[in-house]
């Protein structure tokens, strides 16, 4: 069934952003460790003060049991998207951020990790948050490097396609042509 939907769904040619990251944090938002093993380093602490976990589950409706059950989809969420793109759906990268758990930044680069968990190369993974995210956009100076282009861009310390977790290692952040530090911008100043 899985794929047969997903196939139907390509045929339309119609895009999905997964937000894997986001069904992730939900099975878990019951667990205080889950929260305690997150980047949260570009979260001011009066956002994170800010979050109210509880009444988030209260708003959701959610119950003990749907905890276990939402950790449970978890691998048909990766199946579906697998199927997806393998029948040549459009898959774009999101998390859903910045919401309570997703803090802006790390929860892409978690979203990365999970699209590879998922099945997909580390390009495929990267393409998915740059130049398919900026294709489902319709824009053309985003999402690329090129001549023209907007130069929004980070500098990492390790190689992605070797170990998508090297995303996290970002060394210089590039926005419309000038180079920041991340640790500048994590306390706010440029």
């Known amino acids: 069934a899985l794929d047969r939907t997903a196939r139907a769904l390509a045929a339309t040619g119609v895009a999905i952003v997964p937000t894997l990251v986001l069904h992730e944090a939900w099975g878990h938002l019951n667990d205080p460790s889950y929260y305690q093993s997150l980047d949260l380093s570009g979260v001011p ?10 009444d988030l589950i209260r708003r959701a409706g959610l119950g003990d049991a749907d905890f276990p059950a939402l950790q449970r989809s978890r691998p048909n969420q990766d199946l579906f998207v697998r199927l997806f793109r393998r029948a040549g759906g459009l898959v774009v990268a999101g ?5 309570q758990l997703l803090p802006p930044g790390a929860s892409l ?33 985003i999402g690329v490097i090129k001549p023209g282009g907007v130069a929004d861009f980070v500098v990492l310390g390790g190689d992605p396609l070797a170990d998508i977790a090297n995303v996290d290692r970002v060394e210089r952040v590039v926005a419309y042509g000038i180079a920041y530090d991340p640790e500048r911008l994590r306390s706010g100043i440029r």
Request: hydrophobic share 40%.
């Open 45 to 54: 602490q009066a956002v994170r003060e800010g979050w109210n976990i509880p």
């Open 95 to 99: 998390s859903d951020s910045p919401n």
């Open 109 to 141: 680069h978690r979203e990365l990790r999970l699209l590879v968990a998922a099945g997909f190369s580390p390009e495929q993974a990267l393409l998915s948050a740059t130049r398919d995210a900026a294709r489902l956009l319709g824009a053309d100076s």
